[in-house]
């Protein structure tokens, strides 16, 4: 299965049944009242994160999610029957981005569920409009449109640690060296592909995930190589592995390349918590790989952390194994001490659904505003008792004295969002 970490979908939660406008025919009853249901709700659409998922390949041909529509009202005030909800599984991780650049969901844990696309609710039947003062309801309403969009699901992949480097690096190696993952290994660049996760159990106490990070080169974060498609994937890493090639003619200008394509992608990345590996230092003399990590003290920050290791041989892997632990630690408490801070309450005014605007365009007046263009989306403007329930609605919510107020005439038009028109 290939690896696709960003699809873009159309979503389609489902509609509402209409209610039914029924009355009741019985033998011996000279006239029935009325008795037509209510629609059913429907179904929702849910992204639902989990483990078992780590690639969005389902979506690569299946572009349109789409959940199922409630039934309509019956006779005898039979309800509809509501859409089951449609749980839609993804990799832990996802995020979801409308059309607007706005994110929707953000899947950080195992199992857990948002929605992206809510079902439209039910109309009501006529038996529900029956009070003493209106005897025959002989109108319904329709059901409501369900949330639709176009939504851009991407995978950040959520790690503590992020391995980075030049390819052939050693990456790799090293993550299946501390980790229980397999990734695909060989002595060319560019073996890793995708990235891989791993879960490394420093101690009894301690275990923290690795993400593989495909090898970067010159150029990545404007798109060379395998460019943005895996630096995004370094983004939520609390803490970054810089690995470098000890076999590398110039082991400072391999990390100032790494650590430049980070910033450039993105300036926080470059402040992120960082630890620089020399690797593959079996075979080299003491005083050849003193040489080399003087030549990276040159380059790298005053109060980094070096070591020296052979991931093939696992020489001084578990000093940096501890480094990665405090590390890791350190970043998990300051994430704790922001969102303590960002749990300060901010009071706004809430956008109420009430609000309403009414516009004059020529001899139209046009009504807009989320309750009352759900109230008219719900009407069958064919039908002059639902026209008149509309009305009725729109006088009590002072919209008519509105329009009024703007010098409506007889004969001139009153349009309600895309909903529908009538004669004022």
Not at 387 to 400: E, F, P, S, V
């Amino acid at each position: 299965m290939h690896f696709i970490d960003k699809v873009t979908v159309d979503v389609f939660a489902g509609n509402g049944g209409d209610g039914k406008m029924n009355f009741r025919r019985e033998k011996f009853v000279d006239k029935g009242g009325p008795d037509g249901g209510d629609g059913g709700h429907g179904g929702d659409v849910i992204l639902l994160a989990t483990r078992n998922e780590n690639t969005l390949a389902t979506f690569r041909y299946q572009k349109e999610i789409k959940a199922e529509d409630g039934q309509g009202g019956g006779k005898t005030k039979m309800h509809g029957r509501s859409a089951p909800n449609l749980l839609v599984p993804v990799p832990v991780g996802t995020i979801a981005t409308n059309e607007d650049g706005i994110v929707v969901a953000d899947l950080t844990f195992d199992q857990q569920k948002v929605v992206i696309a809510k079902g439209g609710r039910g109309g009501f039947g006529n038996a529900h409009f029956l009070s003493s003062t209106r005897q025959v309801p002989a109108f319904a309403e329709k059901g409501d449109k369900g949330d639709a969009g176009k939504f851009i699901l991407e995978i950040k992949m959520i790690a503590d640690v992020g391995l980075v480097g030049l390819p052939n690096a050693g990456k790799s190696t090293l993550l299946s060296r501390i980790s229980n993952a397999r990734p695909e290994i060989a002595d060319y660049p560019f073996t890793t592909l995708t990235p891989n996760l791993g879960v490394v159990d420093i101690d009894k106490e301690t275990s923290v995930l690795v993400a593989d990070i495909p090898g970067l080169i010159e150029g990545a974060a404007d798109g060379k190589g395998l460019g943005h498609d895996f630096l995004r994937h370094v983004e939520r890493t609390a803490v970054i592995i810089h690995l470098i090639d000890a076999y590398q003619s110039d082991v400072a200008a391999a990390y100032t390349t790494i650590k430049e394509e980070l910033k450039a992608y993105q300036t926080a990345l470059a402040k992120r918590p960082e630890i620089i590996v020399l690797n593959k230092i079996d075979g080299l003399d003491t005083e050849i790989v003193d040489d080399l990590l003087t030549q990276l003290k040159t380059v790298v920050p005053a109060k980094a952390q070096l070591f020296a290791i052979s991931a093939q041989s696992g020489l001084n892997l578990q000093a940096m194994l501890f480094a990665i632990k405090a590390a890791v630690k350190k970043a998990r408490e300051k994430v704790v001490k922001e969102q303590a801070k960002e749990g300060v309450p901010v009071l706004r005014l809430p956008e109420t659904a009430a609000q309403w605007r009414v516009t004059k365009q020529e001899d139209v007046f046009i009504v807009s505003g989320n309750r009352i263009e759900k109230f008219a989306g719900r009407t069958d403007f064919e039908n002059e008792q639902g026209l008149r329930r509309l009305r009725d609605i729109m006088k009590k919510m002072g919209i008519m004295h509105e329009i009024t107020r703007q010098g409506i005439e007889p004969g001139q038009t009153i349009r309600i969002g895309s909903a529908g028109t009538f004669e004022y």
